[in-house]
């Protein structure tokens, strides 16, 4: 409930706060006077300005604001840890970064949705820390996971103020299953989340005074030194950043080739318009509506209209346009989501194939004896659900298209359209997530389907690594270190004598090395000192509670890894340590399963 | 694919039939004449021989087709074995029962969404067989559970024609946890489902002779004798079915008590004028409308209508009555679904606080300084969504109520009501579906909440059954077979050596029971036989894959049984076999943890 609230206080103070920059921006532009050079730097300088504080305040912070957040968020639900990810201290950059790339408008075209997953994560991470302290909880690493899946979700249910495709989608994105618990959590928290927004735009529209109040009262603190923000200049990269949003905000410029991709709407008018009933190229048929000199807020499609281009030409220009500023506007290390971007694109596609339609079924097409005319809104409707379900590989965006809209009639074209795009871009690529995870050479566990591998009699003794750094009770010290030092591995396994090799615990490098720091007196040479007074002097050994065996089926293995959220197992045979299985070796063995070594 | 055309044209096949035997049912009834006596038999005789011949036909072919099937599939889909539950021989008799049972109407007052999953499961393991058999592949126990549980969505969906909330729904309720995968294939199937019902809908309507051609191409394939038919008189089920239905029934009869529970209406009448609009209360405070002989088709909700009783009268005796002749009804032992008469039942208690709420505020609530009427088939919608979301513990019943109203516009409200209910619910009882399963004694995994038993130090060796038969490679062949003779478990751990007691496999009980039947001249008296040259003569052994150690934690036991669907493992110390967990030793020791045993 606590995220859920702290959730949508923030998204509304964002909101707020970047609607106040955006109006500004637009006051300057129409008041700065008619002068094409006056009024094209008024239309730059203020992305540029924002996008270099953006990507140069995040980036001095922490290196960990830029992007979404999105793929590092599922290699850390799969079991990694990736330290200092989820630092509350990164969260003042990712905030203060993330509101001056949203408040760019529609001229970066840039979304806010895997930004707004990783703040929400970070903060469940946050409160969870609170939680254990204040109870003197040691904390599970089991319940920081699940904690992590319900934060997620929460974090996509803010953006949209849409509880039900929120949770889905965000449970599709970042695990490949997930409990039925976790799901329960997120709704709770969603709604919560989504109930306080609302109640803040009742708030704000009926008394000014309540905003105000919340307005001081929510304060971000912002953990660094002053001196901090100015260091950036140093980084480069935003000289890069100001660059690129230079390049993007000139092509954008509205009396330019602005003109022919409606840039002066901003992305959530650029749905709402992309959404209309009516079909623009029947309506501009035979008049054509004048270019005015502020989009007028009861007509904003006419924004897309341009005489001699016509409704088709702007569209199809927008797309390829759109299609490779995206690709730049990627590139700048800022806090962004990529998610929005996509869900209008795929509007657009849908938008003029709906446009083409009406053109070639004027009169709507007859279906049992009745004519309906065509309307170009849910064929945008579900080319967003389609392209975008087809890039994430979910089908939750088709339930956010209805979330969204309002109304749930259009449910099965909408959806068969978003199966058949998953059907293909499925076959084709990986997901725009996983692609980033490989991309930024993050851990992850390859997808296996279950007709490729189950049938292959690969099992665990065919690609366990059975190279172990074995430590024996009876080891004496000085083979003991010569083992420690020669190898890298977190965890060794403990076992009874170098004779038997039966398996009995395992110890940590950490406490290990300590142990043997902390008790230097007692290993004087000549002494026969084993490793076993070790252990008895203090250093702990945690019990193996997992055990492989050199037969179990690489799908088997799989299964365990990807559901337990697993990093390493030892392999047993007769009770011997025989070998260990880790990521490494999965990944591997699926690679080899899937691309064969030639045969020589 | 298969499976969701197969479930749509069985789906709208029954719906045919069955609107056509409750249109002659309407039609004798109306033109019977007007004597009391001849107009009370034919009201009441119809249900009866419909229920009778439902249960004993049903019961004479196969005593699993009674009841709703959920929570024997929740027991399947956990990983037990229910032999002959999907055989396909269950099929006709769980179709011409349901039929017979749902012509009933809103007389018995019964669902279908039970059934028509356990029909669905049914098809898509028998589409498995076929599949398995002609593509010559052996069957993979992992691969049938995700079969299953994509049918099981399919069968939800195809009730609906609401592929989202149908998906969700069997999801939630069939399992802990699922994996993306399945609801892909979940929604891919319901998507086919839903699709060619519409498809047939469109053909229907327009050109009777398609529905005709289909008419006749599609037949129930009943494979059992015609005389087994009329065995079930000896049955003696039908006679406490008729008198059940006979009960029922009278109760119903329009001119009587029925006059008091809108009881001239089906159960989908019910369900749209329960979400109607307009306030009932404020329409009939002035004028009071007249009972029609008929119901009159554009204002079916005066038959919720008394001008003694009001509408609140009329709505809280059908909830009063409904209630217990529900619980009634359940005891029938027919082919039969509980999910929507719950659904109904939440639909009128939320009408009744809409009702009452107009009446309290005729003007409606201000808020944010206008006034809007209070709408109680928002409350009805609610209502209906939150208490089925109760009895069935899900979050889903909120999409499916959104589905059904083609709006999604009470979002907030709708989900808050129902996570409202799930909350008191989960605390205070099981879901109807984990009653059931532990009324009838199915084998279940208790479902345990991380904050319980995370915290507390139960680990395997506390619970676990050490108490096993352990069978040894060098044991004599008289000790062997009076091992197996003093047990009757399913699998025994094989160890090296009586002294070792290293585990190195698993025999199956029949395995070896086989091979020491086949071989009765090696183990002549005297000749010291031992079970090695058994094993070697042809006896299969079982590698063992994954094995527990004492230290295992009660909490990661129960996840590995739940998330893998386990059902047996060998708990090994240092390589030798000390125990065995199953669910019996499992479900104890959660049990002795929620209730603790009093100490003495």
Same mark, same amino acid.
């Given at each position: ?447 296996? %389907? @279950? &007709?490729?591998? *189950? #049938? ?9 690594? /059975? =190279? $172990? ?104 045979? %007769? @009770? &011997?340590?025989? *070998? #260990? ?9 699926? /690679? =080899? $399963? ?7």
């Amino acid at each position: 409930m606590a995220l859920g609230v702290l959730m949508a206080l923030i998204s509304y103070a964002m909101n707020f706060a970047i609607g106040r920059v955006v109006r500004a921006h637009k006051w300057l532009y129409r008041e700065v006077g008619d002068g094409h050079l006056l009024r094209y730097l008024s239309w730059t300088v203020y992305p540029v300005a924002l996008l270099s504080f953006s990507s140069g305040f995040s980036q001095s912070i922490t290196p960990f604001s830029g992007g979404s957040g999105l793929p590092e968020l599922k290699t850390m639900l799969s079991g990694v840890v990736l330290e200092d990810y989820l630092d509350i201290k990164n969260f003042g950059a990712k905030v203060v970064g993330l509101s001056c790339t949203l408040a760019t408008g529609s001229t970066i075209f840039l979304g806010k949705v895997g930004p707004f997953v990783h703040l929400s994560v970070m903060i469940s991470a946050y409160l969870g820390r609170v939680r254990a302290k204040t109870m003197g909880e040691s904390q599970n690493k089991a319940k920081e996971i699940e904690m992590l899946a319900a934060a997620a979700a929460v974090g996509v249910a803010t953006v949209f103020a849409a509880p039900f495709s929120g949770v889905l989608f965000s449970i599709e994105v970042m695990s490949s299953h997930f409990s039925v618990w976790n799901y329960w959590r997120g709704f709770f928290a969603a709604t919560c989340g989504a109930f306080m927004f609302r109640l803040l735009a009742v708030f704000n529209s009926e008394q000014e005074t309540i905003t105000s109040i919340y307005k001081t009262r929510f304060r971000v603190d912002v953990p660094f030194d002053l001196p901090e923000i100015f260091f950036f200049v140093a980084l480069g990269k935003p000289s890069y950043a100001a660059l690129a949003a230079l390049i993007l905000a000139s092509i954008t410029y509205p009396p330019g080739v602005g003109r022919f991709m409606a840039s002066r709407l901003s992305m959530a008018e650029h749905l709402r318009t992309l959404f209309d009933n009516n079909s623009w190229a029947l309506m501009t048929r035979n008049s054509s509506p004048p270019w005015p000199a502020e989009p007028d807020p009861q007509n904003l499609w006419f924004e897309w209209y341009h005489p001699r281009f016509t409704i088709f030409g702007t569209l199809a220009f927008f797309l390829v346009m759109k299609f490779w500023m995206l690709i730049l506007a990627t590139t700048i290390p800022m806090p962004a989501g990529y998610f929005m971007p996509i869900f209008i694109i795929g509007a657009a596609i849908g938008r003029l194939l709906g446009e083409a339609l009406s053109i070639a079924f004027p009169e709507g097409i007859v279906a049992g004896g009745e004519v309906n005319p065509i309307m170009p809104g849910g064929y945008a409707l579900a080319g967003a659900a389609a392209f975008s379900g087809a890039v994430t590989h979910t089908i939750s965006t088709a339930l956010l298209a209805f979330e969204l809209t309002g109304q749930i009639v259009h449910a099965l074209p909408v959806l068969m359209a978003v199966l058949a795009a998953n059907v293909i871009s499925q076959n084709c690529q990986p997901s725009f997530y996983d692609g980033t995870i490989m991309a930024k050479k993050l851990p992850y566990l390859p997808w296996i %389907r @279950g &007709r490729k591998i *189950g #049938s292959h009699p690969v099992s665990v003794e065919h690609f366990m690594n /059975s =190279t $172990l750094t074995i430590l024996a009770k009876d080891m004496p010290l000085e083979e003991v270190i010569k083992a420690v030092t020669s190898t890298d591995v977190a965890q060794f396994p403990l076992v009874e004598t170098r004779e038997s090799q039966i398996l009995v615990g395992i110890v940590e490098r950490t406490h290990l090395v300590q142990a043997l720091q902390t008790e230097p007196a007692s290993w004087a040479p000549g002494q026969q000192c084993c490793l076993q007074d070790v252990l008895a002097g203090g250093c702990p050994t945690q019990p193996v509670t997992l055990q492989l065996s050199p037969e179990t089926s690489l799908y088997q293995t799989h299964t365990l890894f990807d559901l337990l959220t697993l990093q390493t197992l030892f392999v047993t045979s %007769r @009770g &011997r340590a025989v *070998g #260990s299985v880790s990521w490494v070796e999965l990944k591997k063995a699926i /690679s =080899t $399963l899937i691309n064969p070594p030639a045969p020589k």
